[in-house]
């Protein structure tokens, strides 16, 4: 190939380049592929008007002479002769702000177009110019890329572009402004249009960024356009995944030889109620329901009954621990009967050989029908600064997000997490459901409270008392000063003749592994001990627990388990007695979870 012949046969303005196989792709057809990609995985018709000239415009600074030269250089030369650095994004937004005489509606997709290649600050600390101000004082080719822009596409056809966002930006902004007002004179204050505005903007952002990444990696793989799960494809999945979740359920009626168990009666209740609700057309839920009482199937249950209903997109299950999402994600694979539809995402996956690049592609996008992952991902979704978290924010839109464990998110973040809960029920179209047997106080929060939520089992005290398993017993004052690990060990030892097994959770890890080391010293060969904590590889703490599990089973071994916290939430293990270092009364009702979980033994201490 004569690369400098190709060089010179050049005619048109590029987007990118192929140094080892000579292909080209025009600005014209990567602007028209991000704007329709983008368009296309936007599931609020509302906004995408803005997304379309958001993808227009977001790139044509690469008209500029310099980009251009760029690219025939790295076509004759190879890609080392690249010049970095290049400024692609500026020139759109200040097109946008030259075609939109709208203030905000211009500053709005400027912003966009600004940030898709790295987030910012709206105001430079260190001389006080805000974005746009900086930005239209910047030297660019300005001219000279308008001219080519507009022999690109035409003018009339790009004034229609923004005159369409226009009208979206100010139906977004109306609907913003009414929800506030009415939330404002009901006295619930569960509204802040500024931060909704901004996560409107953050949609538009991952919608950009989304599409400009995969029309980019589908040039340079020399694929065509990588088309992601369609409605009609996901009602099948979830159909199927309907049929293979009941059948899952009846299988383990048939195989549990407690199943007339009083428990698992109320479970079944529960489970229904779900299914109920999945029939019923709210946008935010409360599963409130005691520890064991079967939260995550039944919250599948609802979720995939509802998701069919509603024709939603993406069924995702959060969890606040490793420890419970790796249980969990395992439990509902079995329970949807097919794991390829089902997306574990978090710190401890390990991929097969030659999956990595795969895994770390659906990782970014989520473009997988069940996404089960980690409090951790979701909030960086919703508010790291990181691109490959912003491109999955779209992702949320039109779905059903389950948050099981919801006590469990910091209370520094309590605000803005209900903030997110509200826009994304109330302007994105996505059921929202908070499963925890200790749902969170939020009602003397004067600001930012959370919408009204539906409870899916009616009154939350009716299973309260079928479920109480456990006496709560305050040991505080048994040792004054409190107890020391030598008297602790000694007290599990008195606590595991009487009830077999023994749960100690501490508060930290140092604590936890000082005691096990002291009851190591002190406890007869029968006993098996264990020890858990973060610190723990993935693995050996997966290993640990299954061992744990399997020796509870044999009757006639004395376990003792010295943990931290990682199994006081969504841990499916049940212990004759649970002893808990002094913490808040929710830690000691989820810690009385792990024990005597399906009531096998009558009524016992924790």
Request: hydrophobic share 35%.
């Amino acid at each position: 190939m004569d690369k400098e012949n190709t060089k010179s046969q050049i005619t048109e303005n590029l987007a990118h380049v192929d140094y080892e196989s000579g292909r080209c792709q025009s600005m014209k057809e990567h602007l028209e592929n991000v704007a329709f990609m983008a368009e296309n995985s936007c599931s609020l018709e509302e906004l995408k008007p803005l997304i379309a000239i958001i993808g227009i415009l977001h790139d044509i600074g690469k008209f500029g002479r310099e980009n251009q030269e760029d690219f025939k250089n790295i076509l004759v030369q190879g890609n080392e002769s690249h010049k970095h650095g290049l400024d692609h994004s500026t020139a759109g937004g200040r097109l946008a702000q030259e075609l939109i005489k709208e203030g905000s509606v211009a500053e709005f997709i400027s912003t966009v177009i600004y940030f898709h290649h790295g987030m910012g600050d709206c105001i430079n600390l260190d001389n006080g110019q805000g974005i746009q101000q900086h930005r239209n004082e910047k030297e660019i080719d300005y001219e000279w890329i308008k001219e080519e822009f507009f022999q690109t596409f035409r003018k009339e056809v790009v004034d229609e572009y923004c005159k369409k966002a226009i009208e979206s930006y100010k139906y977004l902004y109306g609907k913003v402004t009414s929800f506030c007002n009415e939330s404002k004179a009901l006295k619930r204050k569960c509204g802040n249009g500024y931060f909704f505005m901004g996560m409107y903007f953050r949609v538009a952002l991952s919608l950009l960024i989304d599409g400009d990444w995969t029309d980019t990696a589908c040039f340079f793989q020399n694929v065509p356009s990588t088309k992601r799960i369609s409605l009609d494809e996901t009602q099948k999945i979830w159909q199927e995944c309907i049929d293979n979740f009941e059948e899952y359920m009846e299988q383990m009626i048939r195989n549990n030889p407690a199943n007339g168990n009083l428990l698992n009666k109320f479970r079944q209740e529960i489970s229904d109620s779900c299914r109920q609700a999945a029939e019923t057309n709210r946008d935010l839920y409360r599963l409130t329901v005691p520890t064991g009482a079967g939260k995550t199937l039944s919250s599948l249950r609802f979720a995939l009954y509802h998701a069919k209903k509603m024709k939603k997109q993406h069924i995702i299950y959060i969890a606040p621990f490793n420890s419970i999402l790796e249980q969990n994600a395992e439990e509902i694979r079995k329970a949807v009967g097919d794991s390829s539809v089902v997306l574990e995402h978090h710190c401890n996956v390990i991929c097969e050989e030659g999956e990595e690049e795969r895994y770390r592609s659906l990782t970014e996008t989520w473009d997988s029908p069940i996404i089960v992952t980690t409090a951790v991902q979701i909030l960086n979704t919703l508010f790291s600064d990181q691109k490959s978290c912003i491109r999955r924010m779209h992702t949320l839109c039109n779905s059903i997000i389950i948050f099981d464990e919801v006590q469990a998110i910091p209370v520094k973040c309590m605000e803005l997490f209900n903030l997110a809960v509200n826009f994304l029920s109330q302007f994105c179209d996505t059921t929202v459901v908070l499963c925890s047997a200790t749902q969170p106080t939020l009602t003397k929060i004067k600001n930012n409270n959370i919408c009204e939520c539906e409870e899916m089992t009616g009154t939350v005290e009716k299973y309260a008392e079928a479920f109480k398993r456990t006496n709560i017993i305050d040991a505080t004052g048994l040792y004054p000063g409190g107890m020391k690990i030598k008297d602790l060990s000694n007290f599990t030892l008195e606590r595991t003749e009487l009830y077999q097994s023994t749960l100690i959770i501490v508060n930290t890890t140092a604590c936890a592994l000082e005691i096990f080391q002291q009851l190591k010293k002190i406890c007869p060969e029968e006993y098996v001990l264990f020890h858990l904590s973060n610190n723990m590889c993935p693995q050996h703490k997966l290993d640990t627990l299954e061992a744990i599990k399997r020796n509870l089973k044999d009757q006639s071994k004395k376990v003792i388990c010295v943990s931290t916290q990682v199994v006081e939430a969504g841990v499916n293990f049940s212990f004759g007695c649970v002893i808990r270092s002094r913490a808040g009364l929710d830690n000691v009702i989820q810690a009385a979870g792990r024990c005597n979980r399906h009531k096998e033994l009558g009524r016992l201490g924790a």
